[in-house]
Antibody, heavy 118, light 108 residues
Framework: QVQLQESGPGLVKPSETLSLNCTVS????????WSWIRQPPGKGLEWIGY???????NYNPSLKSRVTISLDTSKNQFSLKLSSVTAADTAVYYC????????????WGQGTLVTVSS | EIVLTQSPGTLSLSPGERATLSCRAS???????LAWYQQKPGQAPRLLIY???SRATGIPDRFSGSGSGTDFTLTISRLEPEDFAVYYC?????????FGQGTKLEIK
């Protein structure tokens, strides 16, 4: 059974960079697409982007200038960096797995709340 | 970007009743690449339906999806107490992948 677990600081200061990791267990990171999605408190879901195990990426244009998704196959882990954060970036951040570039997300992490505040 | 509009925003029903949730897209969704997710408070979304009408593994058959093009529907044939939650549709046929704003299904 594939499991995903997000980790990283729960509090980030404005203008700094948010950094999160997602560790995949119960399966290999190879041959899949790995996504980040976020959800501001009390609001809906926003797709941030994904990375393929080969390293190719696809980002939401609304965040593209600030987002970097990378992966570390040796750790079975992928990461999210979001730069120049503001209070509007406060959200629960989820990682998830897709089977292809055009695919639903069948496996999700439990999510981690990141608050942007000084 | 494809905008998904879900209706109604809130649906109040009783256990045992039938629920019909709508998701309308601003453009045709290619290959019916549309999914439905259920989210309960404090939990991650859970995949229910993909490809507009295929049930995910372990999803009860009271959940069904239908539709094509720009109009899609999630039907819950007979509501169980555990079905009261927020439901989101998502298109993954074109980038950026987008979600609807959600429909809250509450107990009447």
């Amino acid at each position: 059974q594939v499991q995903l677990q997000e980790s990283g600081p729960g509090l980030v200061k404005p203008s700094e960079t948010l950094s999160l990791n997602c560790t995949v267990s119960g399966g290999s990171i190879s041959n899949y697409y790995w996504s980040w999605i976020r959800q501001p408190p009390g609001k809906g879901l926003e797709w941030i982007g994904y990375i393929y195990y080969s390293g190719s990426t696809n980002y939401n244009p609304s965040l593209k200038s600030r987002v970097t998704i990378s992966l570390d196959t040796s750790k079975n882990q992928f990461s999210l960096k979001l730069s120049s954060v503001t209070a509007a970036d406060t959200a629960v951040y989820y990682c998830a797995r897709q089977s292809s570039y055009a695919s639903h997300m069948g496996y999700w992490g439990q999510g981690t709340l990141v608050t942007v505040s000084s | 970007e494809i905008v998904l509009t879900q209706s109604p925003g809130t649906l109040s029903l009783s256990p045992g009743e039938r629920a019909t949730l709508s998701c309308r897209a601003s453009q045709t969704i290619s290959s019916n690449y549309l999914a439905w997710y259920q989210q309960k408070p404090g939990q991650a979304p859970r995949l229910l339906i993909y490809g507009a009408s295929s049930r995910a593994t372990g999803i009860p058959d009271r959940f069904s999806g239908s539709g094509s093009g720009t109009d899609f529907t999630l039907t819950i044939s007979r509501l169980e107490p555990e079905d009261f939650a927020v439901y989101y549709c998502q298109q993954y046929g074109s980038s950026p992948h987008t979600f609807g704003q959600g429909t809250k299904l509450e107990i009447k």
